[in-house]
RNA sequence: CGACACCACAUAAC
DNA sequence: GTTATGTGGTGTCG
């Protein structure tokens, strides 16, 4: 499949390709995709719903919440375990958790949750999703992420990845991995969204990464 | 007397003025205060006793045990059951055990416990203590309390009232209630120490709440 | 300076 | 296990 695997190649901190590490060269068997737990009546779109609090989900929208964590990010532990949830449903068979072994800063993690969330999308979308499903949304509750993806990287682009203090974009290459993800969805004629959301209400991608940590 | 309701207007979550509750207005009748239970010889000032691990009172030192309760803290209870307990000492009239019924949290229950003890201790002063008592010490076991009145207070008295994190500091208006209290006592001539204890050796206080809750 | 996240910890209340 | 609150820290950006 080989996607977006075209850019970064500049970043010495990319440690692995998350992609190759749960073997998504394999087809999947078909499964029902549940997401109408994510679905309330009455929501506006892009806006929380305003009985749960969470974002609403259109019949051809696929939302899919992320989460990173890494424990003892502010502490030199010998032993930093990074994880991350994926959840597109409840007891879909989609839903990720996993350890980063090698990865070592929350907002590491934080990148590689939506990086993987986009390959999971592309993966519901090739087996059950062909021709219904539109639109991606990637929803997280980290800023550096969403803002990163939404605002950043436009003038990042433009300026050759200069921060606006002057310094160099840290993680440029998982920025550019996430913007081939997108690109290669917005090329099957899919819309890539990010949206952001308080912590509370990203509960079950938190879940699935500390449950990645404590296993 | 109007105490300390200088202070405080700014905080839309305090609901009432405890002191009003009990028509402290009114004057008690002299009654004899005895904490001599919370003596102990040998016992160093501002250190746990080894005997019974009780702060030790000195004669010119008046000690009150403060505590709060709340059972619907981790809950959305319609109806929340807050209370609080001074324990002056044993068969004391200057005891006190309430409800609180607007109270929602633990944490104001034990900042209303930390005023009402103040209150206490003026009224103590007043009616049996003038000329002897010169310190007035609240022992308690919240740390929130008692940390938030030695060390945190200062800090935010400067800071704008400001968090460590950078949020505004969530129940100011009680924590200014006590200063104001603390302040008429040490205008009165008055030291006042907050002394922090383990739940165990604040027995007397934490029943007293515990009894009028089930009341 | 601001924001979001991630962590470590403390005490209490359930 | 949860919530209520605070302290200390790093990761990153505008």
């Known amino acids: ?67 990173g964590a890494c424990c003892s990010n502010g502490r030199k532990d010998s032993t930093p375990q990074s994880a991350l949830g994926i959840f597109v449903g409840h007891d ?48 997280a509750d980290s800023e550096y992420l969403v803002k990163g993806m939404t605002e950043w990287v436009v003038k990042w682009q433009m300026n050759g990845w200069k921060t606006a203090k002057g310094g160099d974009v840290v993680n440029r290459g998982w920025f550019e991995d996430l913007l081939g993800e997108v690109e290669e969805l917005e090329d099957a004629g899919v819309t890539v969204l990010f949206w952001h959301v308080r912590r509370e209400f990203n509960a079950e991608a938190d879940q699935l990464a500390n449950l990645a940590l404590d296993g």
Not at 108 to 135: F, P, R, S, W, Y
């Open 1 to 67: 499949m080989a996607p977006g695997s075209s850019t970064s190649t500049s970043q010495p901190d990319r440690l692995f390709d998350p992609r190759k590490i749960w073997g998504f060269d394999i087809e999947p068997s078909v499964v029902e995709v549940d997401y109408g737990d994510l679905t309330h009546v009455g929501c506006e779109f892009s806006k929380p719903c305003k009985v749960c609090g969470r974002l609403a989900a259109h019949c051809n929208t696929l939302i899919i919440a992320v989460d």
């Open 92 to 139: 879909s068979p989609y839903n990720l958790q996993t350890k980063l072994p090698w990865v070592r800063t929350n907002q590491v993690a934080e990148l590689t949750a939506g990086v993987m969330g986009l390959v999971v999308a592309k993966k519901v979308i090739k087996n059950e999703g062909q021709g219904v499903i539109d639109t991606v949304v990637i929803k």
